[in-house]
Protein backbone atom coordinates (compact mmCIF):
# COMPACT_ATOMS: atom_id res chain seq x y z
CA UNK A 1 0.00 0.00 0.00
CA UNK A 2 1.42 3.22 -0.82
CA UNK A 3 0.25 6.84 -0.32
CA UNK A 4 -0.25 9.30 -2.96
CA UNK A 5 0.12 13.21 -1.74
CA UNK A 6 -1.72 12.29 1.07
CA UNK A 7 -4.97 12.28 -0.23
CA UNK A 8 -5.01 8.63 -2.37
CA UNK A 9 -3.69 5.10 -0.99
CA UNK A 10 -2.77 2.75 -3.83
CA UNK A 11 -3.51 -0.28 -2.68
CA UNK A 12 -4.50 -4.25 -3.69
CA UNK A 13 -8.04 -4.82 -4.74
CA UNK A 14 -10.26 -6.83 -2.27
CA UNK A 15 -13.51 -9.04 -2.68
CA UNK A 16 -15.26 -6.54 -0.53
CA UNK A 17 -14.40 -3.66 -3.27
CA UNK A 18 -16.68 -5.60 -6.08
CA UNK A 19 -19.48 -3.26 -5.71
CA UNK A 20 -17.62 -0.13 -5.51
CA UNK A 21 -15.21 -1.17 -8.55
CA UNK A 22 -18.65 -2.69 -10.84
CA UNK A 23 -20.22 1.00 -10.37
CA UNK A 24 -16.82 2.65 -11.22
CA UNK A 25 -16.12 1.12 -14.03
CA UNK A 26 -19.56 0.83 -15.32
CA UNK A 27 -19.68 4.50 -14.82
CA UNK A 28 -16.81 5.52 -16.63
CA UNK A 29 -15.96 2.75 -19.78
CA UNK A 30 -17.88 2.76 -22.60
CA UNK A 31 -19.93 5.78 -22.07
CA UNK A 32 -20.36 7.10 -25.76
CA UNK A 33 -21.94 3.48 -25.88
CA UNK A 34 -24.26 4.26 -23.39
CA UNK A 35 -24.98 8.29 -23.62
CA UNK A 36 -23.31 8.59 -20.55
CA UNK A 37 -25.71 6.10 -18.43
CA UNK A 38 -23.92 2.57 -16.78
CA UNK A 39 -22.62 0.17 -18.73
CA UNK A 40 -24.44 -2.64 -17.18
CA UNK A 41 -21.75 -5.20 -19.28
CA UNK A 42 -18.98 -3.79 -17.60
CA UNK A 43 -20.74 -4.06 -14.08
CA UNK A 44 -20.89 -7.43 -14.86
CA UNK A 45 -17.61 -8.02 -16.43
CA UNK A 46 -16.13 -6.48 -13.01
CA UNK A 47 -18.70 -8.83 -10.76
CA UNK A 48 -17.02 -12.14 -12.63
CA UNK A 49 -13.76 -11.08 -11.96
CA UNK A 50 -14.02 -11.08 -8.61
CA UNK A 51 -16.18 -13.54 -8.35
CA UNK A 52 -15.00 -17.55 -9.02
CA UNK A 53 -12.83 -16.21 -12.15
CA UNK A 54 -10.44 -18.81 -12.98
CA UNK A 55 -7.60 -16.51 -13.91
CA UNK A 56 -7.77 -13.55 -11.14
CA UNK A 57 -7.99 -13.14 -7.72
CA UNK A 58 -8.89 -9.46 -5.86
CA UNK A 59 -5.16 -8.97 -5.40
CA UNK A 60 -4.91 -8.83 -8.94
CA UNK A 61 -6.66 -5.27 -9.32
CA UNK A 62 -5.00 -2.09 -7.98
CA UNK A 63 -6.94 0.66 -6.76
CA UNK A 64 -6.17 3.89 -5.88
CA UNK A 65 -8.77 4.83 -2.74
CA UNK A 66 -9.83 8.30 -1.69
CA UNK A 67 -8.47 8.53 1.72
CA UNK A 68 -11.19 11.51 2.64
CA UNK A 69 -14.06 8.70 1.82
CA UNK A 70 -11.92 5.32 1.51
CA UNK A 71 -13.83 4.98 -1.80
CA UNK A 72 -11.84 3.59 -5.00
CA UNK A 73 -11.94 6.31 -7.41
CA UNK A 74 -9.19 4.99 -10.20
CA UNK A 75 -8.57 1.27 -10.95
CA UNK A 76 -6.74 -1.57 -13.22
CA UNK A 77 -6.80 -5.17 -13.15
CA UNK A 78 -3.58 -7.28 -14.14
CA UNK A 79 -5.35 -10.53 -16.27
CA UNK A 80 -2.73 -13.25 -15.60
CA UNK A 81 -2.07 -15.57 -18.10
CA UNK A 82 0.40 -17.88 -20.61
CA UNK A 83 0.82 -17.81 -23.76
CA UNK A 84 2.93 -20.27 -25.77
CA UNK A 85 4.99 -20.43 -29.05
CA UNK A 86 6.21 -23.44 -30.09
CA UNK A 87 6.28 -25.08 -26.80
CA UNK A 88 7.87 -22.02 -24.72
CA UNK A 89 5.76 -20.64 -21.87
CA UNK A 90 5.64 -17.26 -21.41
CA UNK A 91 3.81 -15.95 -18.78
CA UNK A 92 1.57 -12.54 -19.80
CA UNK A 93 -0.43 -9.88 -17.86
CA UNK A 94 -3.22 -8.21 -19.94
CA UNK A 95 -4.35 -4.59 -18.52
CA UNK A 96 -7.74 -4.30 -18.36
CA UNK A 97 -10.30 -1.73 -17.27
CA UNK A 98 -8.04 1.21 -16.59
CA UNK A 99 -10.02 4.08 -15.16
CA UNK A 100 -11.00 7.00 -13.14
CA UNK A 101 -13.77 8.61 -11.35
CA UNK A 102 -14.32 12.20 -13.77
CA UNK A 103 -13.80 14.45 -10.37
CA UNK A 104 -10.53 12.48 -9.74
CA UNK A 105 -9.11 13.17 -13.49
CA UNK A 106 -5.53 15.35 -13.56
CA UNK A 107 -4.01 13.94 -10.29
CA UNK A 108 -2.04 11.29 -12.34
CA UNK A 109 -3.40 8.30 -10.87
CA UNK A 110 -3.70 6.08 -13.94
CA UNK A 111 0.28 6.60 -13.73
CA UNK A 112 0.53 5.90 -10.17
CA UNK A 113 -1.56 2.67 -10.62
CA UNK A 114 1.17 1.56 -13.45
CA UNK A 115 3.71 2.42 -11.83
CA UNK A 116 2.65 0.21 -8.90
CA UNK A 117 2.04 -2.45 -11.33
CA UNK A 118 5.20 -2.77 -12.92
CA UNK A 119 6.54 -2.90 -9.43
CA UNK A 120 5.05 -5.43 -8.82
CA UNK A 121 5.11 -7.68 -11.95
CA UNK A 122 9.35 -6.92 -12.04
CA UNK A 123 9.29 -8.47 -8.51
CA UNK A 124 6.94 -11.45 -9.06
CA UNK A 125 9.07 -12.50 -12.52
CA UNK A 126 6.09 -11.66 -15.24
CA UNK A 127 8.45 -10.61 -18.15
CA UNK A 128 5.74 -8.88 -20.26
CA UNK A 129 2.12 -7.07 -20.07
CA UNK A 130 -0.12 -6.50 -22.63
CA UNK A 131 -3.03 -4.00 -23.66
CA UNK A 132 -5.50 -2.81 -25.79
CA UNK A 133 -6.61 0.85 -25.60
CA UNK A 134 -6.38 4.68 -26.38
CA UNK A 135 -4.30 5.51 -29.45
CA UNK A 136 -0.67 6.72 -28.14
CA UNK A 137 -1.72 7.41 -24.79
CA UNK A 138 0.23 4.04 -23.17
CA UNK A 139 3.64 5.04 -25.21
CA UNK A 140 3.68 7.26 -22.12
CA UNK A 141 3.93 4.48 -20.32
CA UNK A 142 6.96 2.22 -21.71
CA UNK A 143 4.59 0.09 -24.24
CA UNK A 144 5.09 -0.27 -27.96
CA UNK A 145 2.93 -1.67 -30.56
CA UNK A 146 4.20 -4.92 -31.04
CA UNK A 147 1.68 -7.55 -31.46
CA UNK A 148 -0.54 -7.75 -34.62
CA UNK A 149 -4.49 -7.59 -33.92
CA UNK A 150 -7.13 -7.96 -36.41
CA UNK A 151 -6.63 -6.96 -39.70
CA UNK A 152 -8.66 -10.04 -41.40
CA UNK A 153 -11.12 -9.07 -44.26
CA UNK A 154 -14.66 -8.23 -43.41
CA UNK A 155 -17.17 -10.85 -44.93
CA UNK A 156 -20.56 -9.45 -45.77
CA UNK A 157 -23.25 -12.11 -45.17
CA UNK A 158 -24.19 -11.95 -48.75
CA UNK A 159 -21.06 -13.30 -49.52
CA UNK A 160 -21.19 -16.45 -46.72
CA UNK A 161 -21.88 -20.09 -48.10
CA UNK A 162 -25.57 -21.00 -48.50
CA UNK A 163 -27.37 -23.21 -46.03
CA UNK A 164 -27.65 -27.01 -47.66
CA UNK A 165 -26.18 -25.72 -50.83
CA UNK A 166 -22.14 -26.47 -50.05
CA UNK A 167 -21.25 -30.11 -49.10
CA UNK A 168 -17.85 -29.31 -49.11
CA UNK A 169 -17.25 -29.64 -45.40
CA UNK A 170 -16.67 -33.43 -45.71
CA UNK A 171 -18.80 -34.66 -42.92
CA UNK A 172 -17.30 -31.60 -40.47
CA UNK A 173 -19.91 -29.72 -38.48
CA UNK A 174 -20.11 -27.13 -35.58
CA UNK A 175 -22.55 -27.15 -32.84
CA UNK A 176 -22.94 -25.18 -29.70
CA UNK A 177 -20.02 -26.34 -27.19
CA UNK A 178 -21.04 -27.99 -23.60
CA UNK A 179 -18.74 -28.42 -20.48
CA UNK A 180 -18.54 -31.65 -21.40
CA UNK A 181 -16.25 -30.62 -24.32
CA UNK A 182 -13.85 -29.18 -21.99
CA UNK A 183 -10.93 -31.46 -22.04
CA UNK A 184 -11.43 -32.18 -25.77
CA UNK A 185 -10.96 -28.31 -26.23
CA UNK A 186 -7.44 -28.16 -23.81
CA UNK A 187 -6.46 -30.82 -25.64
CA UNK A 188 -6.41 -28.81 -28.79
CA UNK A 189 -5.03 -26.26 -27.12
CA UNK A 190 -1.93 -27.77 -26.01
CA UNK A 191 -1.70 -29.22 -29.39
CA UNK A 192 -1.51 -25.29 -30.69
CA UNK A 193 0.87 -24.72 -28.11
CA UNK A 194 3.77 -26.35 -29.70
CA UNK A 195 3.21 -25.27 -32.89
CA UNK A 196 4.46 -21.76 -34.92
CA UNK A 197 2.06 -19.22 -33.68
CA UNK A 198 1.94 -17.30 -30.95
CA UNK A 199 -1.16 -18.60 -29.04
CA UNK A 200 -3.19 -18.10 -25.58
CA UNK A 201 -4.30 -22.15 -24.50
CA UNK A 202 -6.96 -22.50 -22.17
CA UNK A 203 -7.21 -25.44 -19.66
CA UNK A 204 -10.01 -27.42 -18.84
CA UNK A 205 -11.13 -25.09 -15.72
CA UNK A 206 -10.63 -21.95 -18.28
CA UNK A 207 -12.67 -23.91 -20.78
CA UNK A 208 -15.95 -24.58 -18.63
CA UNK A 209 -15.71 -20.94 -17.26
CA UNK A 210 -15.58 -19.47 -21.04
CA UNK A 211 -18.84 -21.97 -21.85
CA UNK A 212 -21.28 -21.98 -18.70
CA UNK A 213 -19.41 -19.57 -16.19
CA UNK A 214 -19.89 -15.69 -17.00
CA UNK A 215 -22.99 -14.00 -16.30
CA UNK A 216 -25.18 -13.47 -18.98
CA UNK A 217 -24.58 -9.10 -19.30
CA UNK A 218 -20.76 -10.56 -19.05
CA UNK A 219 -19.59 -7.86 -21.84
CA UNK A 220 -16.84 -10.13 -22.35
CA UNK A 221 -18.91 -13.35 -22.56
CA UNK A 222 -18.60 -15.23 -25.62
CA UNK A 223 -19.73 -18.14 -27.76
CA UNK A 224 -18.63 -21.52 -27.95
CA UNK A 225 -18.69 -23.54 -30.89
CA UNK A 226 -16.84 -26.74 -31.57
CA UNK A 227 -15.96 -28.77 -34.65
CA UNK A 228 -17.12 -32.49 -35.23
CA UNK A 229 -16.76 -35.32 -36.97
CA UNK A 230 -18.67 -38.45 -35.61
CA UNK A 231 -18.84 -37.13 -32.40
CA UNK A 232 -15.17 -36.46 -32.45
CA UNK A 233 -14.30 -32.61 -31.57
CA UNK A 234 -11.65 -31.76 -33.95
CA UNK A 235 -11.87 -27.69 -33.62
CA UNK A 236 -13.43 -24.96 -32.18
CA UNK A 237 -14.86 -21.26 -33.04
CA UNK A 238 -15.35 -18.51 -30.62
CA UNK A 239 -17.78 -15.61 -31.57
CA UNK A 240 -19.85 -12.94 -30.20
CA UNK A 241 -23.42 -13.96 -28.55
CA UNK A 242 -25.40 -11.49 -30.47
CA UNK A 243 -25.07 -9.08 -33.62
CA UNK A 244 -23.35 -5.84 -32.74
CA UNK A 245 -25.02 -2.26 -33.46
CA UNK A 246 -23.42 -2.28 -37.07
CA UNK A 247 -25.46 -5.91 -37.54
CA UNK A 248 -22.33 -7.74 -37.33
CA UNK A 249 -21.19 -11.32 -35.65
CA UNK A 250 -17.33 -10.83 -34.70
CA UNK A 251 -15.34 -13.68 -34.96
CA UNK A 252 -12.63 -13.45 -32.56
CA UNK A 253 -11.09 -17.64 -32.46
CA UNK A 254 -10.90 -20.41 -34.33
CA UNK A 255 -8.74 -23.54 -34.55
CA UNK A 256 -8.65 -26.57 -36.25
CA UNK A 257 -6.49 -29.67 -34.39
CA UNK A 258 -5.40 -31.14 -37.89
CA UNK A 259 -4.25 -28.57 -40.26
CA UNK A 260 -4.85 -30.32 -43.29
CA UNK A 261 -8.61 -30.15 -42.64
CA UNK A 262 -8.67 -26.75 -42.74
CA UNK A 263 -10.49 -25.99 -46.12
CA UNK A 264 -13.32 -28.13 -44.83
CA UNK A 265 -13.10 -27.02 -41.49
CA UNK A 266 -13.38 -23.42 -42.92
CA UNK A 267 -16.65 -24.30 -45.27
CA UNK A 268 -18.28 -25.69 -41.68
CA UNK A 269 -17.80 -23.05 -39.85
CA UNK A 270 -18.74 -20.43 -42.38
CA UNK A 271 -21.52 -22.13 -43.01
CA UNK A 272 -22.47 -21.87 -38.66
CA UNK A 273 -21.39 -18.11 -38.39
CA UNK A 274 -24.32 -17.49 -41.88
CA UNK A 275 -26.71 -19.63 -39.47
CA UNK A 276 -25.95 -18.16 -36.10
CA UNK A 277 -25.55 -14.56 -37.36
CA UNK A 278 -29.69 -14.68 -39.41
CA UNK A 279 -30.98 -16.79 -36.02
CA UNK A 280 -29.51 -13.23 -33.96
CA UNK A 281 -31.00 -11.09 -36.33
CA UNK A 282 -34.71 -11.02 -35.46
CA UNK A 283 -34.05 -10.71 -31.92
CA UNK A 284 -31.83 -7.93 -32.18
CA UNK A 285 -34.08 -6.14 -34.72
CA UNK A 286 -30.95 -5.70 -37.24
CA UNK A 287 -30.02 -6.79 -40.24
CA UNK A 288 -27.03 -9.51 -40.14
CA UNK A 289 -24.61 -7.48 -42.47
CA UNK A 290 -21.22 -9.22 -42.46
CA UNK A 291 -19.03 -11.22 -40.17
CA UNK A 292 -15.89 -9.08 -38.63
CA UNK A 293 -12.93 -11.36 -37.74
CA UNK A 294 -10.28 -10.25 -34.80
CA UNK A 295 -7.68 -12.38 -36.34
CA UNK A 296 -5.18 -11.89 -38.15
CA UNK A 297 -5.17 -11.85 -42.25
CA UNK A 298 -2.76 -14.97 -42.33
CA UNK A 299 -5.39 -17.39 -39.86
CA UNK A 300 -6.53 -20.10 -41.82
CA UNK A 301 -10.41 -19.41 -41.60
CA UNK A 302 -9.43 -15.76 -42.71
CA UNK A 303 -7.50 -17.02 -45.78
CA UNK A 304 -9.87 -19.81 -46.85
CA UNK A 305 -13.17 -17.85 -46.44
CA UNK A 306 -14.86 -15.55 -49.25
CA UNK A 307 -14.16 -12.42 -50.69
CA UNK A 308 -14.16 -9.59 -47.90
CA UNK A 309 -13.14 -5.88 -47.52
CA UNK A 310 -10.10 -5.46 -46.22
CA UNK A 311 -8.81 -3.94 -42.76
CA UNK A 312 -6.12 -2.18 -41.82
CA UNK A 313 -4.59 -4.02 -39.13
CA UNK A 314 -4.64 -2.98 -35.71
CA UNK A 315 -1.80 -3.66 -32.77
CA UNK A 316 -1.55 -4.47 -28.79
CA UNK A 317 0.79 -2.48 -26.95
CA UNK A 318 3.12 -4.57 -25.14
CA UNK A 319 5.93 -4.05 -22.79
CA UNK A 320 8.96 -6.09 -21.52
CA UNK A 321 9.62 -5.80 -17.61
CA UNK A 322 13.21 -6.69 -18.89
CA UNK A 323 13.56 -7.40 -22.74
CA UNK A 324 17.37 -9.56 -22.23
CA UNK A 325 14.77 -11.55 -19.79
CA UNK A 326 13.02 -12.15 -22.45
CA UNK A 327 15.22 -13.20 -24.63
CA UNK A 328 16.42 -15.82 -21.65
CA UNK A 329 12.72 -17.06 -21.60
CA UNK A 330 12.74 -17.61 -25.17
CA UNK A 331 16.07 -19.86 -25.35
CA UNK A 332 14.77 -22.90 -26.06
CA UNK A 333 12.88 -21.35 -29.29
CA UNK A 334 16.10 -19.02 -30.36
CA UNK A 335 18.23 -22.43 -29.99
CA UNK A 336 15.66 -24.65 -31.90
CA UNK A 337 15.43 -22.13 -34.98
CA UNK A 338 19.24 -22.41 -35.07
CA UNK A 339 19.37 -26.33 -35.58
CA UNK A 340 17.25 -25.96 -37.93
CA UNK A 341 18.87 -24.07 -39.96
CA UNK A 342 21.73 -25.50 -39.58
CA UNK A 343 23.67 -22.42 -37.83
CA UNK A 344 26.59 -22.73 -35.32
CA UNK A 345 27.90 -19.72 -33.68
CA UNK A 346 31.79 -19.61 -34.04
CA UNK A 347 32.13 -17.47 -30.36
CA UNK A 348 31.58 -18.33 -26.95
CA UNK A 349 29.44 -15.52 -26.77
CA UNK A 350 26.84 -13.10 -28.38
CA UNK A 351 25.78 -9.94 -26.60
CA UNK A 352 22.44 -7.99 -27.59
CA UNK A 353 22.65 -4.37 -26.07
CA UNK A 354 19.55 -2.71 -25.94
CA UNK A 355 20.82 0.42 -24.90
CA UNK A 356 21.10 -0.05 -20.98
CA UNK A 357 20.60 -3.72 -20.39
CA UNK A 358 22.21 -6.23 -22.10
CA UNK A 359 21.67 -10.17 -23.24
CA UNK A 360 24.86 -12.60 -22.88
CA UNK A 361 23.94 -15.61 -25.27
CA UNK A 362 26.92 -18.04 -24.41
CA UNK A 363 27.24 -20.91 -26.93
CA UNK A 364 29.24 -24.39 -26.52
CA UNK A 365 30.53 -25.88 -30.14
CA UNK A 366 28.49 -23.16 -31.88
CA UNK A 367 25.35 -23.98 -29.99
CA UNK A 368 23.11 -22.21 -27.41
CA UNK A 369 23.55 -23.03 -24.07
CA UNK A 370 22.68 -19.98 -21.77
CA UNK A 371 21.36 -16.43 -22.18
CA UNK A 372 22.29 -13.96 -18.88
CA UNK A 373 20.89 -10.45 -18.85
CA UNK A 374 24.00 -8.16 -18.00
CA UNK A 375 24.47 -4.34 -17.70
CA UNK A 376 24.83 -2.86 -20.39
CA UNK A 377 27.25 -1.37 -21.96
CA UNK A 378 28.40 2.55 -21.92
CA UNK A 379 29.02 2.82 -25.90
CA UNK A 380 27.19 -0.03 -27.56
CA UNK A 381 28.03 0.81 -30.90
CA UNK A 382 31.67 1.32 -30.55
CA UNK A 383 32.12 -1.68 -27.86
CA UNK A 384 34.26 -4.43 -29.11
CA UNK A 385 32.40 -7.32 -27.40
CA UNK A 386 28.96 -6.17 -28.54
CA UNK A 387 27.94 -8.32 -31.27
CA UNK A 388 24.54 -5.82 -31.93
CA UNK A 389 22.95 -2.93 -30.43
CA UNK A 390 19.17 -3.19 -30.67
CA UNK A 391 16.64 -0.48 -29.09
CA UNK A 392 14.52 -1.78 -26.63
CA UNK A 393 11.28 -1.21 -28.25
CA UNK A 394 12.92 -2.52 -31.52
CA UNK A 395 14.08 -5.90 -29.43
CA UNK A 396 10.73 -6.41 -28.31
CA UNK A 397 9.49 -6.20 -31.32
CA UNK A 398 11.44 -8.92 -32.71
CA UNK A 399 11.63 -11.53 -29.57
CA UNK A 400 7.51 -11.44 -30.37
CA UNK A 401 8.16 -12.25 -34.25
CA UNK A 402 6.30 -8.35 -35.13
CA UNK A 403 9.03 -7.24 -37.26
CA UNK A 404 12.04 -8.79 -38.79
CA UNK A 405 15.90 -8.18 -38.57
CA UNK A 406 15.80 -6.18 -42.18
CA UNK A 407 12.61 -4.09 -41.27
CA UNK A 408 13.77 -3.14 -37.94
CA UNK A 409 16.71 -2.37 -39.52
CA UNK A 410 14.83 -0.12 -42.00
CA UNK A 411 12.61 1.14 -39.09
CA UNK A 412 15.41 1.72 -36.53
CA UNK A 413 19.05 4.05 -37.36
CA UNK A 414 20.14 3.20 -33.98
CA UNK A 415 20.05 -0.48 -34.56
CA UNK A 416 23.71 -1.72 -35.23
CA UNK A 417 25.26 -4.84 -36.24
CA UNK A 418 28.98 -5.56 -36.03
CA UNK A 419 29.23 -7.59 -39.30
CA UNK A 420 26.94 -9.46 -41.89
CA UNK A 421 26.83 -12.81 -39.55
CA UNK A 422 25.24 -11.36 -36.95
CA UNK A 423 23.05 -9.89 -38.96
CA UNK A 424 22.52 -13.68 -40.61
CA UNK A 425 21.95 -15.21 -37.59
CA UNK A 426 19.79 -12.69 -35.76
CA UNK A 427 17.70 -12.87 -38.91
CA UNK A 428 16.92 -16.35 -38.45
CA UNK A 429 16.66 -16.53 -34.87
CA UNK A 430 13.74 -13.54 -35.23
CA UNK A 431 11.64 -14.20 -38.18
CA UNK A 432 7.80 -12.89 -38.48
CA UNK A 433 5.28 -15.25 -35.77
CA UNK A 434 1.51 -15.54 -36.86
CA UNK A 435 -0.36 -14.37 -33.76
CA UNK A 436 -3.38 -16.34 -33.08
CA UNK A 437 -3.92 -14.82 -29.37
CA UNK A 438 -7.65 -15.01 -27.83
CA UNK A 439 -6.75 -13.59 -24.31
CA UNK A 440 -7.95 -14.91 -21.56
CA UNK A 441 -10.52 -11.90 -20.17
Request: overall charge neutral; aromatic content about 6%; charged content about 25%.
Amino acid sequence: MTRENGRYVVRAGRACDVVELARLHASVQLQAVTRGQPHPGIAAWVEDLLDAHPSVVPDDFLVAEDSATGRPVASLVGLRQDWALSGVRLPVAQIELVGTAPEHRGNRLTERLFAALHQRYAAEGVPVQMIEGIPYFYRRLGYDYALANDGAATVPAAALPAIGKDDSSGGLTVRPATVTDADDLAAIDRRLADGQALVCPRDAEVWRYEIAGRRPRDIARRTVAVLVNDGDVRGYLVHTPRLASTGELTVVAAACARPAEWPRAATAMYAHLDRVGRRCSPSAELPFTAVRFLLNPDHPLARLGPPGVPKRPRGWYVRATDPADLLARLQPLLRKRWQVADLRWPEKTLTIDSYGRAARLEFADGELIAVTAIPGSVSPTTDPHTNAAIPPGALLQLALGHRTLPEVLDTWPDCILRDHLTEHVLTTAFPRVSVQVWPRN
